[in-house]
């Protein structure tokens, strides 16, 4: 249960394999946002970076949207 509670998964119960899509989900999000930031510190090109960061932030929350409950995008 603990990785499910340091990812932002929903409050709705879900089969395995979503809980798989939005952990999956997730972790490209943090991992795009590292390389963001990290990107935007050492003042290199951030353009791309930026854009997959907020693609990749767009579809975490429109999958939570569809398929989570809508305090869940509160949070």
């Not at 990812?7 to 395995?16: C, D, I, L, N, P």
């Not at 490209?28 to 970076?49: E, M, N």
Request: net charge neutral; aromatic share 16%; with cysteine.
């Amino acid at each position: 249960m603990i990785p499910l509670y340091l990812f932002h998964v929903t409050a709705v119960e879900h089969s395995e394999s979503m809980l798989w899509t939005f952990l999956t989900c997730n972790v490209f999000v943090v991992s795009a946002g590292i390389v963001f930031i990290y990107k935007l510190f050492t003042q290199k090109k951030v353009r791309t970076a930026g854009i997959v960061f907020g693609v990749a932030l767009a579809i975490n929350y429109i999958l939570i949207a569809i398929f989570g409950d809508p305090f869940d995008l509160l949070g």
